[in-house]
């Protein structure tokens, strides 16, 4: 069975870091891209990063580039997100995201952690 | 970008209704469009791929189609544990984009 499960959330206040982790388990780890989405309170789904099996590959959102840093260990079957800089409109609840396994295909998204849910605020 | 329009933003069924949502695409993504369902609290969980195939283990009366850049969801029998929200999102391209979502309730 899929499981994935993230940790790291909390309150931080503006201009914080963060750092979110997903440990993954029931598939082969180091095959799958993985992302990561993010949900304001009573709001709709926005993607915010990927990654690629390798690490080599590595997309952002326009509105976290340049203050996110998404990454992997294949050996510990773990996805982070490194936050900084955080800004009110940060708040949401952070999903980890498998994909697919090949890059170059339409990067389709299956299976969902249970959410961890990132405050910013003074 | 590719913007997903996703309609009516609501809506209020009975049991055993037929509902429909509807989703366009800003421009053509073939047929690279996802569906999920989001109870509250929850994760999204993927009902349907590639516009029409059923996820696995999801019941029958979920379907989807598509003509053009238009894509249409049906639960063809509404059931109680079906309320929820839904989502249309493309991944014909990154960034992955979504609707913004169909609140179904219970009439």
């Known amino acids: 069975e899929v499981q994935l499960v993230e940790s790291g959330g909390g309150l931080v206040q503006p201009g914080g870091s963060l750092r979110l982790s997903c440990a993954a388990s029931g598939f082969p780890f180091n095959n799958y891209i993985m992302n990561w989405v993010r949900q304001a309170p009573g709001k709709g789904l926005e993607w915010v990063s990927y990654i690629s099996p390798s690490s080599s590959i590595i997309y952002y959102a326009d509105s976290v580039k340049g203050r996110f840093t998404i990454s992997r260990d294949n050996a510990k079957n773990s996805l982070y997100l490194q936050m900084n800089s955080l800004r009110a409109e940060d708040t949401a609840v952070y999903y980890c995201?498998?994909?697919?396994?090949?890059?170059?295909?339409?990067?389709?998204?299956?299976?969902w952690g249970q959410g961890t849910l990132v405050t910013v605020s003074s | 970008d590719i913007q997903m329009t996703q309609s009516p933003s609501s809506l209020s069924a009975s049991v055993g209704d037929r509902v429909t949502i509807t989703c366009q695409a800003s421009?053509?993504?073939?047929?690279?469009l996802s569906w999920f369902q989001q109870k509250p609290g929850k994760a999204p969980n993927l009902l349907i791929y590639?516009?029409?195939n059923l996820q696995r283990g999801v019941p029958a009366r979920f379907s989807g189609s598509r003509s053009g850049t238009d894509f249409t969801f049906t639960i063809s029998s509404l059931q109680p544990e079906d309320i929820a929200t839904y989502y249309c999102q493309q991944y014909d391209n990154l960034p992955l984009t979504f609707g913004g979502g169909t609140k179904v309730e219970l009439k």
């Open positions: 421009q053509d993504i073939s047929n690279y």
């Open positions: 590639a516009a029409s």
């Open positions: 995201v498998r994909g697919g396994k090949i890059e170059w295909e339409p990067p389709a998204v299956d299976y």
